[in-house]
């Protein structure tokens, strides 16, 4: 009996060890392959890997050659507004644009904006106003660079003569221009004025349509 207990306890003890040995061999599959994960991502250390969907972002991002995803890459940036042509054919500061205009008298020349220009008798070709004091109070010296407008064309020549008081006065075939003070748009209520003071007359085919 005693031989026979001894074989049973054997036995028992055996199968006990037997049972030890397996539970110490069934690690969860999880642990094992995180632990993987954790050395392919060459980390180094033994902690918790990367989420899978980490590693497939930065996979993606060294594929792009940067650090961020294609979806937040940095916009190109563009250069700012250009001028248009019409911007760029503006006349430069100090220009006193000339047009042919439609009055009550036919087509006569204005300023751009539509002031009607006159001249004065008493002046002479090539030389500086005469209309000083008062007379220079109402009729007002047309200054600046003068310059056509886009659609207009003039059969005789612009200049400028300096004044006794040294502004450059606008001429027009020699004469200086004036424009009456306080006189309306399109108006030529200045024309004929004491005999002396008359609008340029010009014709239709001076404007280019």
């Known amino acids: 009996m005693r031989k026979s207990g001894w074989a049973a306890a ?13 539970g110490g061999s069934s690690s969860p599959t999880g642990a094992t392959g995180a632990g993987s994960s954790s050395v392919q991502t060459g980390s180094g250390s033994s902690g918790p890997a990367a989420p899978a969907s980490s590693v ?8 792009n050659g940067g650090g961020s995803s294609p979806g937040s890459a940095t916009p190109h940036h563009t250069a700012g507004p250009q001028p248009s042509a019409g ?6 500061i100090g220009t006193t644009v000339m047009i042919v205009q439609h009055s009550a008298v036919g087509f006569v020349m204005a300023v751009a904006g539509g002031q009607v220009v006159y001249t004065y008798s008493n002046d002479k070709k090539g ?10 109070q109402t009729w007002l010296p047309v200054t600046g660079t003068p310059q056509a407008g886009p659609a207009d064309t003039f059969p005789g020549t612009f200049a400028v003569v300096k004044d006794a008081s040294g502004v450059y006065q606008v001429t027009y075939n020699g004469l200086p221009l004036y ?8 108006t030529v209520t200045g024309n004929n004025v004491g ?8 014709s239709a085919s001076d404007i280019h349509t």
């Open 56 to 63: 497939s972002a930065a996979s993606t991002a060294t594929k």
């Open 87 to 92: 911007i760029s054919s503006i006349p430069p």
């Open 127 to 136: 030389s500086a106003s005469t209309c000083t004091g008062t007379c220079a």
């Open 10 to 22: 054997t036995g028992l003890g055996s199968l006990v060890l037997l049972l030890a040995a397996c």
């Open 195 to 202: 005999g002396v003071w008359h609008v340029v007359p010009l």
């Open 179 to 186: 424009t009456l003070k306080g006189a309306k748009p399109y």
